[in-house]
């Protein structure tokens, strides 16, 4: 099986024109979500349950509640008689906690893979996270306190449901229309390439070529000559004229993936056709125009890059005209299943045995087991999509074979905890300093998502501690006047406005935007 063949997590691709009204900020709300169920086709099913005031209670059981497709259509409860009519009881507790009551439950439950004797107390940082309910060990599924928005979006091909995935379609859609370079920033296996892809197909542009380089890959001694291309007889081995990637490309879009790795002097020739539009072919004269949109991606610390001297800030200022973050798989969890199964899906169609995959999603024939799903819920995935992919193909392979489908995931040293409240005094985004606070988003270029991650603490509980720090400010806070003379001061440097306003570029971007003073 092809473990590095992208396409077994798209969707089919999407030509839908990009939203033109702005998105409100959406409102955290409490969801449940399907995980697993011996029918695979209600994976991803979502019910919203409303524990506003300690006191508030919802229940789970096979008769509630009840369930809706991600576009909102009913489909009811869980309906499995395997899981008991007497429910699993979920308090509201204080400061936006919830307590799991299992005492008039009459179905085994486990939690986070642990089976649980009695109530447990969960806290913010818990729910947001995210934390699995295996019931009757049928069942799994995904209590999560999520921002997420009632928006009609294309899907762009992306497989996923979650927050940080509408984001990223959000980010397209608002990219696509451009035609200014775009710089996707994510861990390596996020699916960046796919995003480009994406990008490239709901642009002006899609109809021309699009090429895509691995910068990497390129040997530092025929770089230029390979990108831009070069006369017969301009080196040794030019056998023959080449018009070089960037020409063929003219029209269209070109992708250059770990453009972290270029060597210097090809960061030098980027910049000039970044800058003038044209190309220079080794030995070839005069120079020749071309039109293309330059789109980048990395996993690499640019800014320690920078720092160090092996990647030109004027480059990468060129670049970065809009940034596009890609989440890891560890911030959308709540699309783990739909990815495992949809690869897994591809991948029995690909062996010619969908039969297999259709009786493993008929709820009457046969089913995945909940603890192979609890696993892949819990894993923290550190080489994100790809190596789901990965594990999903070895799934693949033991179904073919006629064993049950087992995976042994190592524990990771970035999985989360088991889901408890702590310790009173414990550390945490509550417990930083405002010198600490400002030390820590300082070193990560007031990038929050980066900050978050260093400091063990979710994006929405560094958002509010942020929101409390009166050294700091959000970008929704600045105002047209400020913005418009950071702009003129820094000439539209938004790396250098970004530091001075003490917010993320990103931020900086989604504000001026939101004032039309950036398109």
Not at 188 to 196: F, P, Q
Not at 438 to 446: N, P
């Amino acid at each position: 099986m092809d473990t590095t063949n992208p396409e077994a997590f798209l969707d089919e691709p999407t030509r839908q024109p990009p939203p033109t009204d702005r998105l409100e900020q959406a409102q955290p709300r409490l969801l449940l979500t399907i995980a697993l169920h011996p029918s695979l086709r209600r994976i991803g099913e979502r019910a919203e349950l409303v524990l506003r005031r300690t006191g508030d209670h919802a229940q789970i059981s096979r008769r509630t509640p009840d369930f809706r497709t991600p576009d909102g259509r009913l489909v009811g409860p869980l309906g499995d008689p395997h899981i008991s009519r007497s429910p699993l009881v979920l308090r509201a507790g204080p400061a936006d906690g919830i307590v799991v009551d299992r005492s008039a439950c009459g179905s085994t439950l486990e939690i986070d893979e642990v089976t649980e004797p009695g109530p447990l107390p969960l806290d913010a940082a818990a729910l947001a996270r995210g934390v699995t309910l295996t019931l009757a060990g049928r069942v799994v599924l995904l209590l999560q306190r999520v921002a997420l928005a009632d928006e009609a979006l294309p899907k762009y091909g992306l497989v996923g449901e979650s927050a940080a995935i509408q984001a990223v379609r959000r980010d397209i859609a608002h990219a696509s229309g451009l035609d200014a370079s775009v710089l996707i920033r994510g861990e390596s296996g996020t699916g960046k390439e796919l995003v480009a892809r994406a990008l490239h197909a709901a642009s002006p542009r899609a109809a021309k070529p699009y090429i895509s380089l691995n910068m990497a890959a390129l040997s530092p001694q025929i770089a230029i000559a390979e990108l831009f291309g070069h006369a017969r007889g301009s080196f040794t081995g030019a056998v023959q004229a080449r018009e070089g990637y960037f020409r063929e490309a003219d029209g269209g879009t070109i992708f250059l993936d770990e453009i972290g790795e270029a060597p210097v002097e090809v960061q030098a020739a980027l910049l000039r056709v970044l800058e003038t539009g044209e190309v220079q072919p080794i030995g070839g004269t005069p120079t020749r125009r071309v039109d293309v949109r330059v789109l980048a991606a990395t996993d690499a610390d640019l800014s320690r890059s920078m720092q160090q001297g092996s990647f030109r800030a004027a480059l990468y200022h060129r670049l970065a005209t809009y940034e596009l973050p890609v989440p890891p798989l560890r911030e959308r969890r709540d699309d783990i299943p739909r990815l495992f199964v949809h690869g897994l899906e591809h991948e029995l169609r690909r062996a010619g045995r969908f039969e297999l995959f259709e009786r493993l999603a008929s709820e009457s024939t046969g089913r995945l087991p909940a603890r192979l799903m609890a696993q892949l819920m819990t894993y923290a995935w550190p080489g994100n999509v790809r190596e789901l992919h990965n594990v999903t193909c070895r799934i693949a392979a033991a179904l073919l074979a006629g064993s049950l489908p087992s995976i042994a995931l190592p524990r990771s040293t970035d999985a989360p905890e088991p889901a408890r409240t702590p310790t009173p005094g414990a550390p945490g985004g509550a417990q930083l300093s405002d010198d600490e606070l400002l030390t820590a988003l300082e070193e990560h270029d007031w990038q929050v998502a980066a900050t978050a991650r260093t400091l063990g603490v979710s994006r929405n509980t560094l958002y509010t501690r942020i929101r409390r720090c009166e050294q700091l400010q959000t970008g929704h806070a600045l105002d047209r006047e400020t913005l418009r003379s950071l702009y003129e001061r820094h000439r539209g440097d938004l790396a250098a406005m970004a530091e001075e306003s003490r917010v993320s570029v990103r931020a900086l971007q989604l504000r001026l935007r939101s004032l039309a003073l950036l398109r």
